[in-house]
């Protein structure tokens, strides 16, 4: 008995082949909207407790906010936390983690003060909870302790005592043209005092290094004004 066998027409295949590809390129346009958004979009991440938002600050210069237990503080977008000391000194550090700007570190002492000696200073004063930030001194080689011309002739000499703009600081004469800015205050050396809402009285010094041929003060000045006890 001959078997009747039913074939598609040619324009029905074409209709559900092309049905295949119109559901895929949906599918595929979805996949990519998504990861547009969720790229796009702000995210806050936790890093060993350290909450960072990227954000554009007043100076559109991309910045991100370091959210500890007593402070908050912001950096360039480029900046990574590094580790958290709790003793004998408890002191917090970030480093810049740009392309050949790695010589950029912060190091900040809550509560526990080092005895540290430093080229250049930068004076600072307490307003409640946050700071007022003075103007960057020079090298204190040169003007503070006898006249030094060479790296060499420099390492004999030992550390003094400094003033800048009447704030006294110790001023390291060994290390010379090192680029490591301080903190100090009228509350004294390597000090300054500030009062949170919610976390009360705390006592901080700032140490910035910058090894860079050119370094780039700014990025220490702005950090300090953006400065928030809790």
């Known amino acids: 008995m001959y078997r009747y066998e039913r074939r598609h027409a040619p324009w029905q295949n074409f209709r559900k082949k092309a049905f295949v590809v119109v559901v895929a390129i949906l599918l595929l346009a979805a996949i990519i909207a998504g990861w547009y958004i969720d ?109 030094v011309s060479s790296a060499q002739a420099a390492q004999s000499l030992p550390n003094q005592l ?15 043209n090192n680029d490591a800015v301080g903190t100090s205050s009228p509350q004294g050396i390597n000090t300054v005092t500030l009062t949170g809402p919610a976390t009360g009285k705390h006592s901080f010094f700032f140490l910035y290094v910058d090894h860079n041929i050119q370094p780039d003060y700014t990025i220490f000045t702005n950090a300090l004004e953006s400065f928030r006890v809790k």
Request: negative net charge; hydrophobic residues 30%.
């Open 162 to 176: 400094a003033k800048w703009q009447g704030i006294n600081f110790m001023c390291d004469l060994s290390n010379y």
């Open 39 to 147: 790229s796009h979009s702000g995210t806050t991440i936790i890093h060993n407790s350290v909450a960072k938002t990227t954000f554009v600050s007043a100076t559109n210069t991309p910045v991100q906010t370091f959210n500890e237990t007593d402070f908050t503080i912001q950096l360039p977008n480029d900046w990574k936390f590094i580790v958290q000391t709790t003793g004998p000194y408890h002191f917090y550090t970030w480093q810049d983690n740009a392309k050949y700007e790695e010589n950029r570190i912060l190091d900040l002492y809550v509560d526990t003060i080092p005895g540290t000696a430093v080229n250049r200073l930068q004076p600072v004063s307490a307003e409640g909870n946050r700071l007022q930030v003075g103007k960057l001194s020079d090298d204190c080689l040169t003007f503070t302790g006898p006249p």
